[in-house]
Nanobody
Framework: VQLQASGGGLVQAGGSLRLSCAAS???????GGWYRQAPGKQRELVAS???????DYTESVKGRFTISRDNAKNTVHLQMNSLKPEDTGVYYC???????????WGKGTQVTVSS
């Protein structure tokens, strides 16, 4: 399965972006996640969604970001509102099979939030 992330860009603080991750195959049976890596920092998990739609978020984005999935279209989205400069980074989408034996990564999309 190949993942193609899109939707990144440059936005002012307080703005919104919607990231999309399109998979080349079925995402049924996979948990999805969005990670970000800020300059000089380790990659961190920002939001996750299980194969049955349960979601979780890192504390800093709760109430601002929403992860969702569309199994029919094999996509995972990340709606980002009220963006802050500290949200800047490269965002990567990830799919992990529920049994843990398969792990796929997209190439990443740059998000830059100006103050």
């Amino acid at each position: 399965v190949q993942l193609q992330a899109s939707g990144g860009g440059l936005v002012q603080a307080g703005g919104s972006l919607r990231l999309s991750c399109a998979a080349s195959g079925s995402i049924f049976g996979f948990n999805g996640g969005w990670y970000r890596q800020a300059p000089g920092k380790q990659r961190e998990l920002v939001a996750s969604i299980t194969n049955i739609g349960n979601t979780d978020y890192t504390e800093s984005v709760k109430g601002r970001f929403t992860i969702s999935r569309d199994n029919a279209k094999n996509t995972v989205h990340l709606q980002m509102n009220s963006l802050k400069p500290e949200d800047t980074g490269v965002y990567y989408c990830n799919l992990k099979s529920v049994f843990g034996n398969l792990d796929y990564w997209g190439k990443g999309t740059q998000v830059t939030v100006s103050s």
